[in-house]
Every structure is written in structure tokens, then in C-alpha cells.
């Protein structure tokens, strides 16, 4: 008997330990300044940092690569500077918040997980992305949310405060695009899955060939009242003070049918 009270004891011990070892974990945060090292040096140095906090602070960050990438929940990197491209790739949970500008094809293929870019963003954001959120305060480049997905309970979403370069969710085959701004041209291009809402409503000639363009629905305003409620939460004080996040006056552009180019390939 004294020998397994003895060995509960320990293992209670073990078990407090690891919780203590845990919490310290996630109230610790790590700084890290990036300044000219090579994109392999500095992602190194990330992943060391991430391996001892749960936050990582990151300064001096000058373009270099892949910040970011494969970041499991829990996670989270505030990114001070301009991080290069392919930031977030595949990115599984985590969180980023960049105090700045932010590059091409962030998020690209991301399964799960939220990035904040205080400012604009290039080219391909969120291409093949699968799941989570992009929040951009302004502008961003082309081709952002092409051949964007959603399977299953997974449905990805970018929120644009500004305008959008040309292309914007070409191919798009599902998840979801609210559009603040006005679009560049070939908006939609071969899109058959998803919903881009606009707030600015396209005239009926530039209204893409397989596409409708209808006014929102209670529904929609639901998704939108989430989605922009998560944009002004994320730029409180960057931002009109009378941003508007009821979702009211936007219009949704979707596929006419499951297959809106089948008409263009041979039986």
C-alpha cells in the first residue's frame, strides 16, 4: 500500500510539473531580431523561439521567406518588419499579426489559422488555402484566393479592406472573399465554388460569364457581421471610427450552377 501511494504521489508530482512547465510556456515570449540573416538562418532561429514560447516577437524582419511556415495552434509570431514570401505557408493553426506590409503568396496552401497584416499584402495571397482567416487593413496584389477550397467543416476566408489587383479569386473553387474596395479586372476568372461579397456592386457587363451577382440575404449578412467584426477587432483605431461591420449593402457573387462552364467542353 505505502508503495503505491508513494508512486501516486510521484506521479501527481510529474503531472504538476509538467502543467507548471506548460503555463510557463505560454506566459513566456520571446524576442528575436532578424535583421540581414539568410531566410534559412532566421527560420532557424524562429523555430528555436517557438520551441520556448508560445509568442515570439520578431524585429528587423527584412523579407526573408517561409516565416511561419507549417506554425501549429497555439502558436504565435508578431512580425515587425516586411516578411518575404511564402509567409504562413501551410500554416496548421497558428496565428501571425505583421506590423506592416507583408509579401506574395502568404498563407499559401494553409490548412488552419489566422494572419493580421497591418497594411497591404502582394500577389497569390491564400493561394490553395484550405482553411482559416486573412485579414488585410488595405490593398492587395493579384491573383489573391486563387484556387482557394473548403472541405468538410473547413472553410477559409480573406477580408480586404482596400482594393484588389486583377484576378481575384480566379478558380476559385470554394471559401469566402469580402472585397471593401473595388476590384481589378478579371474578377473571378473560371471561379466554380465560394463567395466573393462585394461592397461595391459590379456593373451587369463586367458581372463575369457562369457568375451572378445578387444582393445579400440575411444569411449572408451573418457570415459578413462575423467576418468584419473580426476586421474591426483586428484595426480598432486604424480605421474609420464608423466602419460599418453589419454587413448591410453588400452584394455576393457566386456560381450560377454547380458546373457554370460545362457548356465549354465537349460531352
Known amino acids: 500500500m505505502k508503495d503505491k501511494i508513494e508512486h501516486a504521489a510521484k506521479a501527481a508530482a510529474v ?33 528555436e523561439a517557438l520551441d520556448k514560447a508560445d509568442l515570439v516577437e520578431l524585429h528587423d524582419v527584412y523579407a526573408q521567406r517561409y516565416i511561419g511556415c507549417t506554425m501549429p495552434e497555439g502558436k504565435r509570431l508578431e512580425i515587425h518588419g516586411t516578411p518575404g514570401n511564402d509567409m504562413a505557408c501551410y500554416m496548421d493553426g497558428g496565428e501571425i499579426e505583421v506590423y506592416g506590409n507583408a509579401q506574395d503568396q502568404i498563407a499559401n496552401t494553409m490548412n488552419e489559422g489566422r494572419i493580421i497584416v497591418h497594411g497591404r499584402c502582394g500577389d497569390a495571397a491564400g493561394y490553395g ?33 482596400g482594393d484588389a489587383g486583377n484576378f481575384l479569386g480566379e478558380y476559385m473553387a470554394g471559401g469566402i472573399i469580402v472585397l471593401m474596395g473595388h476590384a481589378g479586372a478579371y474578377l473571378a476568372t473560371g471561379m466554380h465554388g465560394g463567395t466573393i461579397y462585394l461592397k461595391h456592386a459590379l456593373s451587369d457587363e463586367d458581372i463575369p460569364q457562369g ?57
Open 15 to 47: 503531472e504538476c510539473s509538467e502543467k507548471e512547465a506548460a503555463a510557463a510556456m505560454q506566459s513566456a515570449k520571446e524576442s528575436v531580431s532578424l535583421g540581414t540573416l539568410h531566410f534559412k538562418e532566421a527560420n532557424e532561429l524562429v523555430r
Open 129 to 161: 488555402m484550405r482553411g482559416g482567416q486573412i485579414l488585410i487593413r488595405d490593398d492587395c496584389g493579384w491573383r489573391v484566393g486563387i484556387h482557394m477550397k473548403q472541405f468538410e467543416n473547413h472553410c477559409p476566408a480573406i477580408v480586404i479592406g
Open 211 to 267: 457568375l451572378v451577382q445578387e444582393q445579400v440575404d440575411e444569411n449572408d449578412r451573418a457570415v459578413l457581421r462575423t467576418l468584419l467584426g473580426l476586421y474591426h477587432d483586428a484595426f480598432e483605431g486604424e480605421i474609420d471610427p464608423a466602419f460599418d461591420a453589419s454587413g448591410e449593402g453588400y452584394y455576393r457573387l457566386r456560381p450560377a450552377s454547380s458546373r457554370p462552364y460545362a457548356s465549354m467542353y465537349a460531352n
